[in-house]
């Protein structure tokens, strides 16, 4: 009988474990946006069933990115409360990074996420514009575009030369041609290391 209890309870483990659901994420998207980052990271992780919403940091959803192409935010910045958050995601792009940088909503929330041991995730030159200057990278190893590395030194964190850096909570990458390593990262950090090469295997990317 006790045996049987013991299995029993181990079946209902295992079941959770691979039914288990990744909680919601949010990525920002200011106006010059880096577009590849944005949308591939999105796809992405949606294709790995987690969920994400795609943030505006403007008044209207209608994002002009980097490149000049319109993409289409789900929600406003005002609309959202990002205390449920499992990672909030910062992309790169100028002057995208720069008016992510200079948004003190997005600031207040990146920070309130860092201080709960939140996770965050940033590519190009989100790790050096947005992140460092806000203490975020203080003692950790990270990367960013090239020859934005003396940011984050600057803010006390240590630049990595790396397509894609992990330290702990923080993921960062360099930038669009790193895209999907860096959606890789988030998804193996959320629902394991299968379940990121099943995702990046689908979209043929190595």
């Not at 990672?87 to 720069?98: N, S, T």
Request: charged content about 20%.
């Amino acid at each position: 009988m006790i045996y049987m209890k013991r299995f029993a309870v181990l079946a209902l483990l295992l079941i959770g474990f691979m039914t288990m659901k990744a909680r919601q994420s949010y990525i920002f998207l200011a106006p010059g946006v880096e577009e590849i980052e944005a949308m591939a990271t999105i796809d992405a992780l949606r294709r790995a069933d987690i969920p994400v919403v795609a943030v505006a940091v403007d008044t209207t959803l209608l994002i002009k990115g980097a490149t000049g192409q319109t993409v289409v935010a789900d929600s406003l910045l005002s609309d959202i409360d990002a205390g449920d958050a499992d990672w909030l995601i910062v992309p790169g792009g100028v002057p995208g990074a720069p008016n992510l940088h200079a948004s003190e909503a997005v600031s207040d929330m990146l920070r309130a996420h860092s201080a709960k041991g939140g996770r965050i995730a940033s590519i190009c030159a989100g790790p050096a514009i947005v992140l460092a200057p806000l203490g975020i990278l203080k003692g950790k190893e990270a990367t960013c575009y090239p020859g934005l590395g003396d940011k984050i030194k600057a803010g006390r964190g240590t630049y990595i030369k790396e397509p894609v850096v992990i330290d702990g909570n923080i993921i960062t990458s360099e930038g669009p041609g790193t895209t999907l390593k860096f959606a890789g990262a988030i998804i193996s950090a959320t629902l394991g290391r299968q379940k990121a090469d099943e995702t990046l295997s689908s979209m043929l990317a190595d």
